[in-house]
Structure formats: structure tokens, C-alpha cells
């Protein structure tokens, strides 16, 4: 069903989406095997239940109702990723099965309030996000001291994040397409892996080519 509704929001959408969700795997996978991350104490952006819903239904979820442009996406990912970057904070807010849902509407509520002139208000996101008012207005306080208020986001930074989202894009596509025959390659290492707050030094690009992404991810 989330795949349905993924198939009318933005392209970039379903690519955010489904690079959390191999992040998440692999996180919760490492908090399994790490029984000091397994036991941490609840954090504001730490459910104490795993949510129902997947990250993808969530993001097509937040895609219908928040009315947000496919920039705010990017930006929102920059955001993420500038927070767990931060010193001393990224084994706190690790992004797993318990967290992710709370940090993308935080994200992306504040790339919207940043990007967009015309924006709804922290009421219909919680209700979009499936939490009370007054908890997102802590979640989004926590998340702007989490990254220290720097929410600019220059053309430079948004274009590598753009070619970031991209390649993860056609990745999918790769994956997605028939083999007509088996190859070495096949089973290895991905062509292009990205995660959060890991450094990947093939996402430069021009100007004009980051043009040219956005509109890729925003088809």
C-alpha cells in the first residue's frame, strides 16, 4: 500500500525512504549486538515501542498531508545528517526502528519552515506525525539546539546532497532492473552505499548538474 502511495509523491520520497530504511536495518541490527546501545535510556526523539508503521508508509504518510516541496526532503536529509555529525550526539540518536519516525517529521518540519513560503503549523504535522502537539514543539526545540540552530543550507551543500540522493536512486533502479545474466559483481558490494553521517567524497557536482538532479528527484 505505502508503495502505491509512494508512486504519486516525489521521487525523492521513496529515495530518502528507502535509504533510511537500509540504515535502520543496519543499526538496529548493531544495537542486537551491542547490548550497552540496546539498554540506553529513552531519548526525546527515542520511542519507547517500535511504531507500527514503516518508514516508507510514514514518509508516504507525510508526503500526502504535509503539502511540503521536494526540496524540503533534501534539505531535511542535510539536516539529519548535520545532527548526527555532531560531537558526542551520534550514539544517542542513532537512527533505528525507534527513533527515525520522530526524527523525520522533525526534520522535515523544520526544512519546510526554512524552504517553503506556505507551510502548515506544528499542529497538523503532529497530527500528521501521529504525536501530540506539545511533543513536537519539544522535538522540534531539542532538534534545532541538536544542530546547533545552523539550518542554512548553501546551494553547494544542497547540490551534494542531491547527488547523494541520486545515486541512491539509481541504485534502486539498478536493483530493480532484469539481469539477463549473472555477473561477478553480483551479491557484492553495492556501486553506491550511503548512510547517514558517513562521508562519501563521489557526491560533488556543479551547479548546473545539481539543477538537473533536483528536478530528477523531484519528478
Given at each position: 500500500m505505502a508503495e502505491e502511495e509512494l508512486a504519486d509523491a516525489p521521487r525523492v520520497v521513496g529515495v530518502l525512504?528507502?535509504?533510511l530504511e537500509r540504515v535502520v536495518e543496519r543499526n538496529d541490527a548493531a544495537a542486537a549486538a551491542d547490548e550497552l546501545t540496546a539498554a540506553a535510556p529513552a531519548a526525546a526523539f527515542r520511542a519507547t515501542a517500535r511504531p507500527d508503521i514503516s518508514v516508507r508508509a510514514y514518509m508516504a504518510r507525510i508526503a500526502r498531508f504535509a503539502g511540503c516541496s521536494p526540496a524540503c526532503y533534501v534539505v531535511a536529509y542535510?539536516?539529519?545528517?548535520r545532527l548526527?555529525?555532531?560531537?558526542g550526539r551520534r550514539r544517542a540518536l542513532a537512527v533505528d526502528s525507534y527513533s527515525v519516525h520522530r526524527l523525520l517529521i522533525t526534520a522535515v518540519l523544520a526544512a519546510v519552515k526554512f524552504i517553503d513560503?506556505?507551510?502548515y503549523n506544528n499542529a497538523h504535522f503532529a497530527r500528521v506525525g501521529g504525536i501530540s502537539l506539545p511533543e513536537m514543539n519539544y522535538l522540534e526545540v531539542d532538534f534545532l539546539f541538536?544542530?546547533?540552530f545552523d539550518l542554512n543550507v548553501s546551494p553547494e551543500t544542497f547540490g551534494h546532497y542531491c547527488a547523494v540522493l541520486q545515486a541512491e536512486m539509481l541504485c534502486l533502479e539498478l536493483e530493480r532492473a532484469p539481469t539477463p545474466m549473472a555477473s561477478p559483481a553480483a551479491g557484492g558490494p553495492r556501486l553506491h552505499s550511503c548512510c547517514l553521517s558517513e562521508d562519501d567524497g563521489a557526491a560533488t557536482s556543479s551547479s548546473s548538474g545539481s539543477s538537473q538532479q533536483q528536478q530528477q528527484l523531484a519528478a
Open positions: 525512504s528507502a535509504l542535510a539536516y539529519l545528517d548526527l555529525r555532531r560531537r513560503d506556505v507551510r541538536a544542530v546547533g
